[in-house]
């Protein structure tokens, strides 16, 4: 079994792996014998000491320091892991280009600054998202196909969402390139094992 998890999904899915979940769980044993494989998309793994704020409440930092957790254990669990990102949108505050406002409303509070080097897929910075080694790093920075950048998803949650889990998300124009888009996936799609 490989694990693809995108965003938030991604670390959940390595907690799970690392036993955070309850090692003792028949879900977790079946897992532990089955799952070759993560895959994480646009997933923050790093909750750094200088976020101004901690949008996980703690839980990133619990899974980035537990040993059981990490690439090196879960390696030697026998499960490979692949980190995707993107480094195609700068963060600016001072710009006449809206994705890059959002974009800096997104990095400042994560990273607690930004600058030419800050950059990522809209949402994670490029900086949080990928584990340490032997994980393996698929940075991606545009599209193969069309040359856009590859922003984090494809979809606008909604404030009918939070009444209505199972609400439709507005979806945005097919220009707009994500992690699953063509000319993106076939550049981790290999790395499923």
């Known amino acids: 079994v490989c694990i693809i998890g995108h965003s938030i999904v991604g670390w959940v899915a390595r907690a799970c ?3 955070l979940s309850g090692s003792s769980t028949a879900v ?5 014998e089955r799952i070759k494989s993560l895959i994480t998309i646009g997933t923050p793994h790093i909750s750094p000491e ?4 901690d949008q996980t409440r703690g839980l990133l930092r619990e899974i980035a ?8 254990s879960l390696s030697e669990r026998g499960v490979t892991v692949t980190c995707v990102g993107s480094s195609s949108l700068p ?10 406002i959002i974009a ?3 990095y400042l509070p994560l990273v607690g600054r930004l600058g030419a080097d800050v950059k990522g897929d809209g949402i994670v910075p490029t900086e949080l998202a990928f584990m340490e080694s032997p994980a393996r790093r698929v940075e991606i920075d545009k599209c193969s196909e069309s040359g856009n ?3 984090h998803a494809h979809v606008l949650p909604t404030p009918w969402n939070l009444i209505d889990g199972s609400a439709a998300s507005i979806k945005l124009p097919e220009d707009i390139v994500w992690y699953g888009s063509p000319g993106v996936l076939s550049q981790w799609l290999q790395y499923i094992e």
């Open 50 to 53: 200088s976020a101004l704020v």
């Open 28 to 32: 977790y044993r079946l897992g532990k």
């Open 65 to 72: 320091s537990s040993e059981d957790c990490s690439s090196q």
């Open 17 to 19: 792996l690392g036993g």
């Open 104 to 106: 800096a409303t997104s």
């Open 149 to 151: 950048a590859v922003r």
């Open 91 to 100: 963060g600016k505050l001072i710009t006449t280009d809206v994705e890059e």
